[in-house]
């Protein structure tokens, strides 16, 4: 039995709550539930009249914080620094031990992260960077950002992270680095990767804002890669409210981190080009960005930090409940985990398999809300947006991806969840995949 998991109230993401402002009122029930009725000696699902399996809503993630949490940020609204203070330093030595990277700038958020990241690789126009488009869009802003043109590689259609071949596949003279997912948690194929950029002279950016917490080949995620980027986001399995940070074993790559993330400015003596004029004196030698973060934010991570391994079990179980119950149903497709990665799970990613049922993914998002149940996508493939369309992308580019995003949706995952909510999840998803699965 899994042990039920103390809660803590919060404000929920914005996204979560307005996925779950819609109702079984709101539903097309009438043609949903149309021709149904010889299933009537099956549960019938709110969607189509039935009883919602619970009452109240379950949001698809939510952050967790305890009293201790509480008190770190108190301690800092009561201290001499609320920014550039000595939390953020702690933080980041923090992060070095939990991972065993050499070296970690803490930043304002996981977007920065991966923006200075690129800037640290010395990405610039004219260059291409090669990521997944299962991803959300700042893997490929990030490329943007420096005036270089994003490339999307194909991913693993069991895994759903980006597949080594297809990467090596889409390197040509332009290519400077490789940005790499660790989609739901799980580590991509990093021996893989680092063999593919070591052989064609390109940086490996490990996109890890879904990845603290896992190991790969028995080390943590974050010292592997030439730099990983992490995210702070409320429903991160570790949470800042905001915050990001990127890690790594590289000091040439530290130093140029640590100028991006504060304007370009430094008080290194030994990067001024001037005699200082006194002890108030500082330089600007590059174009930066204002991308620090508060010590506010830095004390929250630390005390999350505390609770990682607690996160990281408590997600394990609630995976393997999940595995258990829909490696069950044939209607069903669970996500492959590659012996190499001890993941700590972000999201859990239900895959329907469309031949076997009489709905669509949109309609099982609705039946699921219409019990109470509340869920996302992850992700809209990025060359789908305007934006990049307007760019000249085009669909078509990763077949296997375009096929994931058809047929998967995100249910709730989150620390906090009780044996109850996690039975409820299998419930749910049970009694609508019996009463719209097709026979045979």
């Given at each position: ?157 069991e895994t759903y992270n980006i597949d080594p071949q297809s990467v090596a596949e889409k390197v040509n003279g332009k290519t400077k680095a490789v940005v790499a997912v ?132 408590r997600r394990k179980e609630i995976v393997a409940r999940y595995n258990e119950a829909f490696s069950k149903l044939p209607q069903i ?108």
């Amino acid at each position: 039995m899994l042990q039920a998991a103390r809660r803590k109230s919060g404000n929920n993401s914005l996204q979560s709550v307005s996925l779950c402002r819609r109702s079984a009122h709101n539903l097309d029930m009438h043609k949903s539930c149309a021709g149904m009725r010889r299933g009537m000696g099956k549960e019938i699902p709110a969607f189509c009249g039935g009883t919602p399996v619970r009452d109240t809503k379950l949001f698809y993630g939510h952050q967790y914080i305890d009293e201790a949490d509480i008190q770190a940020v108190v301690d800092v609204l009561e201290s001499d620094y609320l920014t550039c203070g000595p939390k953020i330093g702690e933080l980041e030595e923090k992060l070095c031990q939990v991972t065993g990277a050499k070296y970690a700038v803490a930043c304002s958020n996981g977007t920065a992260a991966l923006h200075i990241a690129c800037m640290a690789a010395g990405i610039g126009a004219g260059d291409e960077v090669i990521t997944t488009p299962i991803t959300f869009a700042a893997s490929a802003n990030c490329a943007l950002y420096c005036g270089a043109r994003p490339v999307f590689a194909d991913i693993d259609e069991e895994t759903y992270n980006i597949d080594p071949q297809s990467v090596a596949e889409k390197v040509n003279g332009k290519t400077k680095a490789v940005v790499a997912v660790d989609f739901t948690g799980q580590s991509v194929e990093l021996d893989e990767l680092l063999a593919v950029c070591r052989e064609k002279g390109l940086v490996l950016i490990e996109d890890g804002a879904h990845v603290i917490g896992t190991k790969y080949k028995g080390r943590a995620n974050g010292s592997i890669a030439d730099m990983t980027t992490f995210s702070f986001h409320p429903v991160k399995t570790v949470t800042g409210g905001e915050g990001g940070a990127v890690l790594t074993n590289n000091e040439e790559y530290y130093k140029k981190l640590l100028l991006y993330r504060s304007h370009g400015i430094t008080r290194d003596t030994g990067l001024l080009e001037h005699e200082p004029e006194g002890g108030w004196y500082y330089e600007q030698i590059d174009l930066g960005y204002n991308y620090r973060i508060t010590d506010m934010q830095a004390a929250l991570i630390i005390s999350q930090l505390d609770k990682l391994q607690m996160f990281s079990r408590r997600r394990k179980e609630i995976v393997a409940r999940y595995n258990e119950a829909f490696s069950k149903l044939p209607q069903i497709a669970v996500q492959k985990e590659i012996p190499e990665s001890d993941t700590t799970r972000h999201l859990y990613i239900l895959r329907l398999v469309p031949e076997k049922l009489k709905i669509g993914r949109k309609e099982f998002f609705d039946a699921l809300a219409a019990e109470n149940i509340c869920c996302n996508v992850h992700y809209i493939p990025t060359y789908y947006f305007p934006y990049y369309q307007k760019l000249g992308f085009a669909k078509g580019i990763c077949p296997k991806a375009e096929k994931l995003y058809e047929e998967m949706l995100s249910i709730p995952l989150y620390y906090a969840m009780t044996d109850k909510d996690v039975e409820d999840v299998i419930r749910a998803v049970t009694k609508i995949v019996e009463y719209y699965s097709l026979p045979g």
